[in-house]
């Protein structure tokens, strides 16, 4: 099993490249899909949530209100760290899991999509870490583009480590910068790579 960490601050195309791997082969690990899951009402993370911001981050539906939590989380950095401390140590139980499970089959490469992967985690741990990156300004119109206000979009952006700290501490670089065709051709060039590497001689 190749050891992969695929990452990339928030709209630069992440999700779009993991895609792609995944057509192409690769075993994905998606630590968002983990989240959601983990989130779900009923779940001992949900409930510790819940117990700590108030019925207030509930939707109407029952379930987490994410705009809500965003919005409080984002004004409040306290509130964040106290977030992340319920939330990220039962996603890296599950990460590792899955990654068991699927280092229990017959090999290949597994990506593990993770957001905050050089926020929250040790890069060293990867047999090789791909970073997705697109300049600030197209990544800002993509998250107007979702629905969020200038001012909430920029924070968001605060909240990570400025993608040109990460370029140099990653393996590979994919930038997401014009068509999805080029991204597509950039993406499949790195993938070969990926290949080439699992299968070199330990």
């Known amino acids: 099993m190749f050891n992969v960490g695929l990452t990339g601050n928030i709209a630069a195309g992440k999700s779009s490249v993991a895609a792609l791997l995944r057509a192409w082969g690769a ?6 899909a983990i989240v959601r899951e983990l989130q779900q009402p009923g779940t001992p993370v949900f409930q510790a949530i819940v117990a700590h911001f108030g019925p207030g981050i509930v939707g109407t539906d029952g ?5 809500a939590l965003r919005r409080r989380i984002l004004t409040q950095p306290e509130e964040r760290k106290l977030l992340e401390s319920i939330v990220h140590p039962a996603v890296e139980a599950e990460r590792n899991r899955l990654l068991a499970q699927a280092g229990s089959g017959p090999g290949g490469i597994v990506v593990n999509d993770i957001p905050l992967l050089f926020e929250a985690m ?14 600030e300004p197209l990544r800002l119109a993509r998250l107007r583009e979702r629905g969020l206000g200038s001012a909430e979009a920029e924070t968001l952006l605060r909240t990570q480590i400025p993608a040109a700290k990460k370029r140099d501490r990653a393996d590979f670089v994919i930038d997401n910068d014009a068509t999805l ?5 950039r993406a499949w060039l790195t993938w070969r790579k990926l290949l080439s590497r699992s299968r070199a001689p330990a």
């Open 63 to 67: 379930g987490l209100d994410r705009a």
């Open 27 to 32: 075993t994905i690990i998606d630590a968002d």
């Open 122 to 135: 040790d890069p060293s741990r990867f047999d090789a870490v791909l970073l997705v990156d697109a300049p």
């Open 181 to 185: 065709d080029l991204l597509r051709e």
